[in-house]
């Protein structure tokens, strides 16, 4: 990044946690912090990260406001409420966002973004003139079926990825495509995709898992007990 780039985070962190059991995921305690707490504080710390914005259900904005107190968070400046689907939750984030060329979208869920990650997010991106995402390679075969469950298809492992985030564009290429997107989509690159760019996959991290279930929250503490307890 040159002097002129400015990166602007959306951490994404709106949703029920209805599977998780009665369970509030993104404030559920891993390691001494929230679950939230790792990823806004490893973009607190980066220096890469001129602004945080945090998308959280409505019902969850005062609990997220302490925490930015508490935690001194000087570069979230704005915590605001999500929408009914994901896609919403992030085109509110992008209202709030301020003089940014550059945008970061990362799930909330995710606790464990590195400084990596980032930085190869971002360097990716440019190259790529404003699109890319972190992604690790399939490992099991992947079937594909009919709606009766039959197999039609065994697809070529070598070529699928599991997508992650960060996904990091241009703000002026997420923009436009949140404006011209109708439909449904399940990440921000598919949005991008929908606009004919091209979206460039760089390796993630296979610690860089999603909190779902209660048993992803059981590998998240193997995880994040892993991590602190290094040298």
Not at 117 to 139: F, M, W, Y
Not at 187 to 213: F, M, P, Q, W
Request: proline share 3%; net charge positive.
């Amino acid at each position: 990044m040159n002097n002129t780039d400015r990166l602007g985070v959306i951490i994404v962190a709106a949703g029920k946690s209805e599977r998780m059991n009665g369970i509030d995921k993104i404030f559920a305690p891993l390691q001494g912090k929230t679950l939230l707490e790792w990823s806004v504080d490893t973009c607190q710390e980066c220096k890469l990260v001129q602004q945080i914005i945090i998308v959280l259900d409505k019902n969850k904005l005062r609990t997220g406001q302490a925490l930015k107190e508490k935690k001194g968070w000087t570069k979230v400046t704005s915590i605001c409420a999500g929408g009914h689907r994901r896609q919403d939750s992030v085109v509110e984030g992008l209202r709030k966002l301020r003089n940014c060329n550059w945008v970061m979208v990362h799930d909330g869920a995710r606790p464990f973004l590195s400084m990596s990650l980032i930085q190869k997010g971002i360097e990716t991106s440019i190259k790529n003139k404003g699109a890319a995402i972190a992604a690790i390679p399939v490992r099991d075969t992947i079937k594909l079926s009919n709606n009766a469950g039959i197999v039609t298809e065994t697809l070529p492992r070598n070529l699928l990825w599991v997508v992650q985030t960060p996904q990091i564009f241009s703000f002026e290429l997420i923009t436009r495509a949140y404006e011209e997107l109708t439909g449904d989509v399940t990440d921000d690159a598919h949005a991008v995709e929908r606009l004919g760019y091209n979206v460039k996959i760089y390796c993630g991290s296979n610690n860089n898992i999603k909190v779902t279930t209660q048993e992803d929250l059981i590998s998240a503490e193997v995880i994040a007990h892993t991590m602190t307890s290094q040298p």
